[in-house]
């Protein structure tokens, strides 16, 4: 395929991505192996993707700011605690061999899928200002390591997390997820950008669909409600599906 239908479609792959990442997560399913077919070994797919995960994570949060919701404090308390987690991961992605993280990435994409059917139940109690316990700030670490490492489905991750421990309503579930990702994205991607991990040109690419899908995911979001991020939820495990059976 001529070079240029590549880059094209990279972008739009990246506007599905931001969309997928901002409503649910899953993103990375798809990004991730498609860098790999334009070329690039596994472990500079990895790092690339953390490129346009960045700007997509910040298009996010301007974008939930903008609509009104946003608590700063709270998300940088979260996002805190995943970064010795996310420093831990990345550098074991940075060192290990393309071809088991292939294989790892396999496994991943199977259980992502899965995690797809566990019911996120009706609304328990939301809490408004809820305190982080010992439970939820394990779980941050390993979420932030698991982010560092891989990414592909951290969302889901994230969304059973203060969705479950801090009984946060979706929307505020999604905009404290955007949050936290973008801050343990940034030593993570240093530590990329340091191992020379990165293809500028198709980060660059994949990051201005990334943003643009996030902006738009995250108006929606707060505009629409929890009946659009459910529906979303389950576009996202058809689009999975079928990624696993081969349909593209």
């Given at each position: 395929m001529d070079?240029?239908?590549?880059y094209l479609l990279l972008f739009l792959f990246g506007v599905l991505a931001g969309i997928?990442?901002?409503?649910?997560?899953g993103g990375s399913s798809i990004t991730l192996p498609l860098l790999i077919f334009?070329?690039?070994d596994a472990g500079t797919a990895n790092g690339t993707n953390r490129l346009a995960i960045f700007f997509q994570n910040i298009s996010a949060v301007a974008s939930f700011k903008k609509e009104k919701i946003s608590d700063f404090g709270l998300s940088l308390k979260l996002s805190l605690l995943t970064l010795p987690?996310?420093?831990a991961g990345t550098f074991l992605a940075v060192k290990i061999n393309d071809d088991l993280f292939e294989k790892i990435l396999g496994i991943v994409l199977i259980f992502v899928v899965l995690s797809f059917f566990i019911p996120f139940g009706k609304n328990q109690e939301k809490e408004t200002n809820p305190k982080i316990g010992l439970l939820p700030a394990l779980s941050m670490f390993g979420i932030g390591f698991y982010g560092g490492f891989i990414q592909v489905g951290v969302g889901f991750l994230l969304m059973a997390?203060?969705?479950?421990l801090m009984r946060f309503d979706l929307i505020h579930v999604n905009m404290h997820k955007v949050f936290v990702v973008f801050i343990y994205t940034v030593p993570s991607m240093l530590i990329f950008?340091?191992?020379?991990?990165i293809h500028y040109v198709s980060g660059l690419v994949l990051a201005s669909g990334n943003a643009l899908g996030a902006w738009w995911a995250a108006r929606m979001t707060v505009r629409k409600g929890e009946k659009l991020i459910k529906n979303m939820l389950a576009a996202a495990i058809v689009i999975m599906a079928a990624k696993l059976l081969g349909v593209f």
């Open positions: 070079q240029d239908w590549l997928l990442n901002v409503f649910a997560g334009m070329g690039l987690g996310a420093i997390a203060l969705r479950f950008i340091f191992a020379g991990k």
